[in-house]
């Protein structure tokens, strides 16, 4: 059941790339497993997916345990300072970077593990006061400030907009995050300026996001189904 529902989500991913002239393996598909046990990861995995997304980092240390070495974890949900080491050692990337204080941290841990780190930036695209996320306008100073951190690779952005009556009602976010990463493209800022990530679109927008330019979504629901209440 999880392989066939990874397989529609792929199909509708490729749909959506060909109704704008993008190829389907430019957008990279990450499961969101949060608050699903280990068990489904593991049945997810054997029909192929490899990227899973998890918010809460204990959960993803208690994971990483269990699933095998070919699972790599995004980290999607607000990372606090003293959990960073934890995310250094357990996941393949924290989209979640929002502040330098937290990018440091980081880095300090990752240069102990001899190790770097692929990251995105977290943007508060709707300016939402309730949301993490660097503001728009500050996004530009942070990226500069984070140059200084040889451990991490900024692959490009991120963001979780406000949540929309309708998934077209979402679409200006997605083209606002897209029309901000071609602003600061060029400028050296970007680990790969020729490819900057954009991290946008969930269950139910990610269609939408794909033709906004989203080369990450993160998609739970349509993959898994209803997540169990937090224990
Ligand atoms: C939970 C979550 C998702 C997945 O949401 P669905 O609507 O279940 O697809 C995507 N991104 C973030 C940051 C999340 O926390």
């Given at each position: 059941?999880?392989?066939?529902?990874?397989?529609?989500?792929?199909?509708?991913?490729?749909?959506?790339?060909?109704?704008?002239?993008?190829?389907?393996?430019?957008?990279?598909?990450?499961?969101?497993?949060?608050?699903?046990?280990?068990?489904?990861?593991?049945?997810?995995?054997?029909?192929?997916?490899?990227?899973?997304?998890?918010?809460?980092?204990?959960?993803?240390?208690?994971?990483?345990?269990?699933?095998?070495?070919?699972?790599?974890?995004?980290?999607?949900?607000?990372?606090?300072?003293?959990?960073?080491?934890?995310?250094?050692?357990?996941?393949?990337?924290?989209?979640?970077?929002?502040?330098?204080?937290?990018?440091?941290?980081?880095?300090?841990?990752?240069?102990?593990?001899?190790?770097?780190?692929?990251?995105?930036?977290?943007?508060?695209?709707?300016?939402?006061?309730?949301?993490?996320?660097?503001?728009?306008?500050?996004?530009?100073?942070?990226?500069?400030?984070?140059?200084?951190?040889?451990?991490?690779?900024?692959?490009?952005?991120?963001?979780?907009p406000?949540?929309e009556?309708?998934p077209e009602d979402s679409r200006p976010h997605f083209r606002n995050?897209?029309?901000?990463?071609?602003?600061?493209?060029?400028?050296?800022?970007?680990?790969?300026?020729?490819?900057?990530?954009?991290?946008?679109?969930?269950?139910?927008d990610?269609?939408i996001a794909?033709e906004e330019?989203?080369?990450?979504?993160?998609?739970?629901?349509?993959?898994?189904?209803?997540?169990?209440?937090?224990?």
């Open positions: 059941m999880i392989s066939d529902n990874i397989n529609k989500t792929r199909e509708k991913i490729a749909q959506a790339a060909s109704r704008c002239g993008r190829s389907p393996e430019d957008i990279k598909l990450v499961a969101v497993s949060k608050r699903f046990p280990a068990s489904v990861i593991k049945e997810a995995f054997a029909g192929g997916q490899t990227l899973f997304g998890e918010n809460y980092i204990q959960e993803v240390q208690q994971k990483r345990a269990e699933v095998p070495a070919g699972v790599h974890f995004h980290f999607i949900g607000h990372l606090q300072t003293n959990k960073a080491k934890i995310a250094a050692e357990s996941c393949t990337m924290i989209e979640t970077v929002d502040r330098l204080k937290l990018a440091r941290v980081l880095g300090k841990h990752l240069e102990k593990l001899s190790t770097s780190m692929d990251i995105l930036v977290q943007v508060n695209i709707g300016e939402d006061s309730n949301k993490s996320g660097v503001s728009v306008n500050d996004t530009e100073k942070l990226l500069l400030e984070l140059k200084s951190i040889p451990q991490i690779r900024v692959c490009g952005l991120m963001t979780i406000p949540i009556p309708s995050l897209r029309l901000l990463a071609d602003e600061l493209s060029g400028k050296d800022l970007f680990a790969d300026d020729k490819r900057i990530e954009l991290s946008m679109g969930m269950s139910g990610f269609h794909i330019g989203a080369t990450i979504v993160r998609v739970g629901t349509a993959i898994f189904g209803n997540r169990p209440a937090r224990k």
